[in-house]
């Protein structure tokens, strides 16, 4: 009876142990660790790598061009154009000469514009030349039933030489500082010879008009090249200047028919600054253009 109750008391022992040992452990307080359920499910993606990869692309890439665009070749614009040549227009001289009868002669002008070339010896030293010329001549056809006449205007021809020692007292990358001595001359000349005399009738003589105009002066300023925009070949210039000017109008007759030779003239002179009064004397006076060939 004694080993009954033993080998019973032993099989509960060996129950109740196994039934413990079949359940499963549950998880210490505070451990933190994840249940199951929780544990299971997928990490987020990683962030696409060709972000980072693309920018540091672009980056690398922008880098020479940005250089390059930094890049200074240390020359300035001037230093570019020594030794060429530059078309510029110096302004419209307004080339006298004598109208009317010889007697008493008129003043009267020719529109002579005037253009050339600016040509830099060196860096501080330069020559401008230039010329203008104008020639004018008129007729007018008359038609009275079946006669015609014709009659031919008197003919005016005028020119105007110019000359010029640029030189440039400082200059940077775009710009330079510019004083000018410089001198025009010019000469206008014009014959008027009687049309159509009548048979028979006595002929006058020639009318003989001319005028004679002379400056001499300076002019200050600046020169601006447009290398800042990748064009050196072309400036501005801008000045002032301060001048004097001596002009003469004169007419003369040839002697004829018993009438004696008679002449006259009209002569001026002054000394003024090169700044006029009228607005558009700002463009045709003291801003004017040059292109230097490359």
């Known amino acids: 009876m004694r080993n009954v109750l033993g080998f019973i008391t032993g099989l509960g022992v060996l129950l109740t142990t196994t039934v413990a040992l079949a359940q499963p452990t549950e998880p210490a307080p505070g451990t933190g660790a994840a249940p199951a359920d929780q544990s299971a499910q997928p990490l987020p993606p990683p962030p ?47 080339q006298p000469i004598g109208t009317g009868a010889a007697a008493a002669v ?10 050339g070339a600016r040509y830099w010896l060196q860096e501080r030293l330069g020559i401008d030349v230039g010329i203008g010329f104008n020639f004018f001549s008129s007729s007018r056809s008359v038609t009275n039933g079946p006669t015609t006449t014709d009659t031919d205007g008197p003919a005016v021809l005028a020119f105007a030489v110019h000359g010029g020692l640029p030189l440039a007292f400082a200059y940077g990358k775009h710009y330079k500082f510019l004083v000018v001595p410089e001198l025009n001359v010019g ?62 109008w004169s007419a003369s007759q040839d002697a004829a028919n018993n009438v004696p030779a008679s002449s006259s003239s009209d002569r001026a002179s002054n000394i003024g600054t090169t ?18 060939f490359p």
């Open 187 to 248: 000469y206008a000349t014009q014959t008027e010879a009687q049309q159509n005399p009548q048979p028979g009738a006595p002929v006058a003589a020639d009318i003989h008009r001319s005028g004679f105009r002379f400056d001499v002066g300076g002019r200050v300023g600046t020169e601006i090249q447009f290398g800042f925009i990748g064009v050196p070949e072309l400036a501005l210039q801008a000045s002032v200047g301060l001048n004097f000017r001596h002009q003469v």
């Open 106 to 115: 008129g003043r009267g002008t020719v529109q002579t514009p005037v253009i």
């Open 48 to 94: 696409p790598a060709t972000v980072s990869a693309s920018t540091s692309t672009s980056m690398t890439a922008a880098a020479p061009a940005a250089a390059s665009e930094k890049k200074d070749d240390g020359i300035t614009d001037h230093e570019k154009v020594v030794g060429k040549f530059g078309v510029m227009y110096f302004g419209v001289t307004q």
């Open 275 to 292: 700044v006029q009064s009228d607005p558009w004397a700002l463009f045709t006076n003291n801003i004017s253009a040059i292109y230097y």
